[in-house]
């Protein structure tokens, strides 16, 4: 089952708490709820403005590829579900960002006929392809320049900086 708004076509997941078995004892509903409000303690102390200025500030530089919504980046993944995901794997996405990729965000290592290789996220786009590297740079090639085209094994996002690093890594469960 997925849901979709008039706004964003695209389809999404249920949270997995909006299902019950009919079986399942719903005696314990308002415990249940109480647990899934509470934030997970890794989070204690954090600060959604804080956040918010790292994902769009030049060091992190999160939006230069992902957006959230409708806004910002075009290269990686809407992260606006990121609120209905578990902090372990947001976590994992972001310190190892190859763990689990997108399918629609695979990178690919492209061999150009004049000898050039790029590597980056690749979309079509009247009639060119779009070529998006790392840098959050969009290069712009006529699919008959293509030699060959692979995809990468890894991700494009690069890892987690060592200021951000040493933050996560004082999270005792992953």
Known sequence: MSWRTKAEGRERA???RRFFVPW????????????????????AGGSWGRGRRTFFGEKASCAKCHHLGERDGTLGPNLAN?????????LRDIVQPSYAINPDHLTYRILLTDGRTLTGLVKRHEGKLLIG???AETIAIRP????????????????ARSTTRMRFDNVSAM
């Open 144 to 159: 008959e320049d293509v030699e060959t085209m692979v995809p990468a094994k890894l991700s494009i996002m690069p890892v």
């Open 24 to 43: 399942a004892n719903r005696t314990n509903d308002a415990a249940l709820g109480q647990r899934l409000a509470q934030s997970p303690p890794e989070l």
């Open 82 to 90: 990121l609120r209905h995901r578990d902090y372990h794997s947001v």
């Open 133 to 135: 590297t790392e840098k």
């Open 14 to 16: 249920f949270p997995l």
